[in-house]
């Protein structure tokens, strides 16, 4: 049997408006409010409005044998609420089905957990308090910012939070001879693991509109087909796990209405369903699908799913974002000890990974990506930005 796991990523930065040098020391809020609530608008009508609909009455009409789960940021759900309320209602009656499980990260999307342990742990513990208050959800399952991943960080959240699942990408170089459809452990063995199965979860995210593809179009039937056909690498009868971890953006906003997208998800439950070898399941759903006992597996260096690569170079490649995330973490000990609570809010929006990304210098392919997300002309411009925003703030303590 597979069993298929949705993971959605939602969420949304607080950008950083245009913040010159003689903007420091005068007050003023480094934030784009009305970027941040034209593309918060955008997004809501063009994607989260009509997937969560579309979703909600599959979970219905499949009566809880459709099953999908989200990791919604502190941030994106703070923006729910400035700029579109209406998806914060629509995502609680996703949560009220109970065919939704929600995950755990840092609340801020933050790379705290490369630079400040503590403040990665208050992140996660704000996120986690969220979560229960707004969906009534107490999450087990785990996935870092950006699925950026080692060693050192399930032992961390084991023993300071007591998940018991925790999600991340399917690295070639660190699976080997190894398949991502098997569910692993970490090497204590204290937590199950689920990887991403990257080459099918791409597929829908980035290659379902492009033309100029092999296999375009991707038709419900082919891709039914090949997680179909996944089944036959196992013969001793265990459970597989495709996990199929994106953006949430994906349905509406990357792969545009007109491109079928939604056609596609409309009609892949019954498909797959109707095989009778595919199911849906949330990744907490491994602990008690997992009918044999599950390998240990060691990421000695940390992964993400960014770019190519697959590690932290979507954020820490250059000397821009090197030296705009060693700046923050230098300050943000000296906002705690301020103890003030608006400039540690302040603070905090700038940790966010996504000011580091649209740092990036990368070429190609992946500078393409870089690019399209980002609200600046250039990294230059948006290191300017981002520094004078940050000497804005360490001069207001």
């Known amino acids: 049997m597979i069993n298929i796991v949705f993971y959605f990523q939602v969420h949304q930065p607080f950008r950083i408006r245009n913040f010159s040098v003689l903007d420091i020391g005068k007050g003023l809020d480094p934030f784009d409010d009305k970027l941040n609530k034209e593309v918060m608008r955008k997004v809501a009508e063009k994607c989260y409005l009509p997937t969560n609909k579309l979703l909600l009455e599959l979970i219905e009409k499949f009566e809880g044998k459709f099953k999908i789960a989200y990791s919604i940021t502190g941030t994106a759900i703070e923006q729910f609420k400035m700029y579109a309320p209406e998806v914060l209602y629509s995502f609680r009656d996703l949560a009220k089905t109970n065919c939704v499980e929600f995950l755990s990260e840092t609340y801020y999307h933050s790379l705290a957990f490369l630079y400040d342990k503590e403040e990665f742990l208050e992140q996660v513990r704000m996120h986690r308090k969220t979560i229960q208050e707004e969906f009534g959800f107490s999450p087990i399952t785990f996935r870092n910012t950006e699925l950026i991943y080692q060693d050192t960080l399930s032992d961390i959240i084991w023993e300071e939070e007591g998940f018991k699942v925790i ?16 569910a ?31 296999e375009y179009p991707l038709t419900v039937d082919k891709f039914v087909k090949w997680v179909d056909d996944l089944n036959m690498v196992e013969k001793g009868k265990k459970n597989l796990f495709l996990n199929l971890f994106m953006d949430y953006e994906t349905f509406g906003e990357h792969q545009w209405e007109e ?58 490649e250059n000397d821009l974002q090197n030296n705009a995330l060693e700046a923050f973490y230098e300050i943000l000990p000296k906002v705690k000890a301020s103890g003030s609570v608006e400039l540690l809010e302040k603070a905090r929006k700038l940790s966010t990974s996504d000011h580091y990304y649209y740092m990036s210098t990368k070429y ?34």
């Open 364 to 397: 190609f392919q992946d500078g393409d990506v870089h690019k399209y997300f980002s609200p600046y002309s250039s990294p230059e411009n948006a290191y300017r930005n981002f520094m004078n925003a940050l000497t804005d703030l360490e001069e207001s303590l």
């Open 259 to 316: 491109t079928g997208i939604f056609e596609f998800v409309k009609h892949l439950p019954q498909k797959a369903l109707k095989t009778k070898r595919i199911e849906f399941s949330w990744p907490s759903d491994v602990l008690q699908k997992a009918n044999y006992k599950p390998e240990s597996i060691s990421f000695p260096e940390p992964v993400s799913w960014a770019d190519m690569e697959r590690d932290l170079s979507a954020w820490k």
């Open 184 to 214: 692993y452990m970490n090497p204590n063995k204290t937590m199950h693991m689920l990887l991403k199965y990257y080459s099918l979860s791409d597929d829908i995210a980035f290659r379902f509109s492009n033309k100029g593809w092999v």
């Open 167 to 182: 999600i991340t990408e399917g690295v070639d170089r660190i699976l080997d001879w190894r398949s991502p459809l098997y």
